[in-house]
């Protein structure tokens, strides 16, 4: 089991500090995206990596890219994402398309990782948000349990804030 106090308080924090300065997700129009780098350093320094989904997976499962898309219109996705924070993955969950339950995996990439153009741009270096994405799939090491749901407003809050985003024709990058 992953005990989850101080990935939800990092994660909050960062999250305080992007909406302190204006930002939100589909808040501001952000600064074109330079990315990073290919990260050699497949494993956050700070702990495990996270996936969210509503798929039911197991341990040695891969999560590939070429799938539909949780998010936006569905397109097929050209990559998997990932976090270091419990809470970004458990709100992924949660928002993800399905009728399935929220579930969170701890997982490995099995190749390089960059860099979450959706939530870092030059505003952010340092990707403060420890949000990733990658080509390569991720495989399943084991899974989150003990998590914390977000409230239905808060939920419900992002769920606004993606459909106005959608009206405005603004999409996530893929």
């Known amino acids: 089991m992953v005990d989850m106090a101080d990935d939800q308080t990092g994660f909050a924090r960062a999250w305080d500090e992007l909406k302190a300065s204006g930002e939100g997700l589909l808040g501001k129009q952000p600064a074109p995206f330079t990315p ?9 320094e700070a702990g495990p990596l996270y996936h969210g989904t509503k798929a039911a997976l197991a341990i040695d499962d891969l999560i590939e890219p070429g799938f539909a898309s ?17 809470d970004g993955a458990v709100l992924a969950a949660e928002m993800a398309t399905g009728d399935g339950q929220p579930h969170v995996y701890v997982v490995e990439p099995t190749g390089p990782i960059d860099d979450d153009p959706n939530l870092t741009d030059q505003k952010f270096p340092g990707n403060p948000t420890r949000s990733y994405r990658t080509r390569e799939p991720l495989r399943v090491t084991g899974e989150a349990t003990g998590w914390q749901p977000h409230a239905p407003a808060v939920l419900q809050q992002m769920r606004d804030n993606m459909d106005k985003a959608k009206q405005a024709g603004i999409e996530a990058i893929n």
Do not use: C, H, P, S
């Open 36 to 44: 990073l780098g290919v990260r050699g350093d497949v494993q956050d």
């Open 70 to 86: 949780n998010y936006g219109q569905g397109a097929l996705a050209n990559f998997v994402y990932v976090t270091a924070f419990m």
